[in-house]
């Protein structure tokens, strides 16, 4: 069982930075693909961007070069760095991991990954 728990949101005017961390239980963190995603008043939940346990990334097509995933394996924290957010970035922010997926899998759907944190809210001011 892994229990995540996110960290970081709040207010934050247009064209503001926020860091986004997600704090996770259990020993199978490293060897763990690690996502984040969104879900916007009446929209469904979205994918915004992914890690795997090797390093490689993914982003949404509407984030990519303004957010930035990294993870602290250390400290079993991934981290979402938000640059230049804009208005449409307003959502709640959830982080989500698959435990035992190979070096190179870092899935951008929300169905294949195992367990999900309680979400933290984004709020960005025009």
């Known amino acids: 069982q892994v229990q995540l728990v996110e960290s970081g949101g709040g207010l934050v005017q247009a064209g503001g930075s926020l860091r986004l961390s997600c704090a996770a239980s259990?020993?199978?963190?490293?060897?763990?693909?690690k996502g984040w995603f969104r879900q916007a008043p009446g929209k469904e939940r979205e994918f915004v961007a992914g890690?795997?346990?090797?390093?490689?990334?993914a982003y949404a097509d509407s984030v990519n070069g303004r957010f930035t995933i990294s993870t602290d394996n250390a400290k079993n924290t991934v981290y979402l760095q938000m640059n230049s957010l804009k208005a449409g970035d307003t959502a709640v922010y959830y982080c989500?991991?698959?435990?035992?997926?190979?070096?190179?899998?870092?899935?951008?759907?929300?169905?294949?990954?195992?367990?999900w944190g309680q979400g933290t809210q984004v709020t960005v001011s025009s």
């Open positions: 989500a991991v698959k435990p035992g997926a190979g070096a190179g899998w870092a899935s951008r759907s929300l169905s294949h990954y195992d367990y």
């Open positions: 890690i795997s346990w090797g390093g490689l990334t």
């Open positions: 259990g020993r199978t963190f490293r060897t763990s693909a």
